[in-house]
């Protein structure tokens, strides 16, 4: 059994920084590749970054691409989402998931879901 669990959301102005950090309860965490995504409200969901379990493929979604910055810890017990430069389409709910199936950014390769956290971008 996995679990995930997000904090370090909340409410910040365009151009402002939050940092999302992602703790993985596992046996084994440092196995699964750590995805982030995100639902804004009335759009489906969307997968914003992800990275691998060593750490060496990481994978953004074009949106985000310079302004987000994903890494996890070395023993795989935490994985981490950087958003700079916030803009208000970035509001959402966002969710980091677990996998062992490979990498990138399509959610049906994640096991394993956090509860999501929520980020409102607006002043």
């Known amino acids: 059994q996995l679990q995930l669990v997000e904090s370090g959301g909340g409410l910040v102005q365009p151009g402002g920084s939050l940092t999302l950090s992602c703790v993985v309860s596992a046996d084994n965490p440092e196995f699964w590749t750590i995805g982030w995504f995100r639902q804004a409200p009335g759009k489906e969901r969307e997968g914003v970054s992800s990275i691998s379990h060593t750490g060496e493929s990481i994978f953004y979604a074009d949106a985000v691409k310079g302004r987000f910055t994903t890494w996890r810890d070395n023993r795989g017990k935490a994985a981490f989402l950087r958003m700079n430069s916030l803009k208000p389409e970035d509001t959402g709910v966002y969710f980091c998931?677990?996998?062992?199936?490979?990498?990138?950014?399509?959610?049906?390769?994640?096991?394993?879901w956090g509860q999501g956290i929520q980020v409102t971008v607006s002043s």
């Open positions: 998931a677990a996998g062992n199936q490979g990498d990138g950014l399509e959610s049906h390769i994640y096991r394993y």
